[in-house]
């Protein structure tokens, strides 16, 4: 979340009430917010076909993608038809590298906020400090969104699981047809067994990329410190006091604007360099049925996190005809569970649960 720290800066409540607050700030800003939808969602369309290639090469195994359109992306329609509803889910399954891995694209078009989805966020609004009602999303305003996601489960337990997603929410007020869109996403790292070096690189290039978009005292009062704390926060599993990774960064109700929109792009053309070298270095390596089982028992956590608090997920499975399959594709491939497990002390499998109660500073 974005906590106002200089009297200078925008308010939260600014942030996600009036889109034109931090234009007004930045005179390259000058696209509309549905303009931004539009680009964004055309980027999000070739982004996907990129990076499917790229986990494809990096498998090695042959097995490709299949490929699952719906609505203005199903099989009889123009992949170019991006003028109404609808998604592509890609699953690779069974590859050397990435024994399971989904890459989602969703696109809303024109649908109306029922009142339970108003009530959520009109609710997250009077946390950051909106108390005009004038300036709160309503049943029945119209919305359109716009998501890709990807999560690839890997086969080797010393290759993280890696997680990301980049969304734009676009609202138009049925009161007074003012415009609100904002961005959300992040990337994230599901360790099984910790190599430090590795997870240092990968939150080195978070930083880099953040401190390149953020510099201190900007407008929209965000550090790669402060994506990282939301990331630990949000990925945080209560009832077992564990995080579910080492985390990386999160961000919600980002503005969307000209400069926002070219650092959530940079977001995702960041997934795959960030990713790839650490596969590179440890996908082959060797490993023992015990490390595999200790990763099939930490991907119960992972399932767990995704039934119990993901917001998306139940989300989507709150819709009035839910495409299950969808939803649940972030699935990991194969689980375990045993009843109360506990590590042996002093072992790597300990190493990592001790640190997954306390996050610690990687850069």
């Not at 609808?86 to 690779?92: A, M, N, Q, W, Y």
């Not at 919305?143 to 890997?154: D, E, F, K």
């Not at 579910?244 to 070219?262: K, Q, V």
Request: glycine fraction near 8%; hydrophobic fraction near 35%; charge should be negative.
């Amino acid at each position: 979340m974005i906590n106002v720290v200089h009297d200078t800066t925008p308010t939260k409540s600014s942030l996600l009430s009036q889109t034109t607050t931090a234009t007004n700030n930045d005179n390259n800003d000058a696209l509309d917010p549905e303009k931004i939808f539009e680009q964004f969602t055309k980027f999000l369309i070739s982004h996907q076909n990129g990076m499917i290639d790229q986990i494809e090469r990096i498998d090695g195994s042959g097995q490709v993608f299949s490929r699952d359109g719906w609505g203005a992306f199903s099989e009889s329609s123009s992949s170019d038809n991006i003028d109404s509803s609808g998604g592509i889910t890609r699953v690779l399954q069974g590859g050397n590298v990435v024994e399971k891995g989904a890459c989602s694209l969703t696109v809303i078009r024109n649908a109306r906020l029922s009142k339970e989805r108003a009530e959520t966020i009109s609710g997250r609004q009077e946390k950051q400090g909106v108390d005009d009602e004038s300036g709160k999303v309503q049943e029945g305003d119209i919305y359109s969104a716009a998501a890709l996601s990807v999560v690839l489960h890997t086969r080797n337990p010393f290759v993280p699981t890696f997680r990301s997603d980049v969304r734009i929410f676009l609202v138009k007020r049925s009161s007074n047809n003012d415009q609100l869109a904002w961005f959300g996403g992040g990337s994230d790292l599901t360790p099984y067994y910790l190599i430090d070096s590795d997870i240092t690189e990968f939150h080195s290039h978070l930083k880099n990329m953040c401190d390149k978009h953020f510099p201190p005292n900007n407008v929209y009062n965000l550090s790669y410190r402060q994506m990282k704390q939301s990331c630990d926060e949000y990925f945080y599993l209560p009832a077992r006091s564990e995080h579910r990774g080492t985390g990386g960064i999160f961000f919600d109700d980002l503005p969307a604007t000209s400069s926002t929109l070219s650092f959530v792009q940079n977001v995702a053309q960041g997934w795959m360099p960030s990713w790839i070298p650490i596969v590179e270095r440890n996908s082959k390596r060797d490993y023992t049925p015990e490390e595999k089982h200790w990763q099939c028992l930490r991907r119960g956590r992972y399932l767990e996190f995704n039934l119990l608090y993901d917001r998306g997920v139940k989300f989507g499975l709150a819709n009035a005809n839910p495409r299950v399959e969808g939803v649940m594709v972030s699935a990991p491939p194969m689980i375990a569970f045993e009843y109360n497990h506990v590590p042996v002390k002093g072992s790597e499998e300990a190493r990592l649960i001790e640190l997954l109660k306390s996050p610690k500073d990687w850069v």
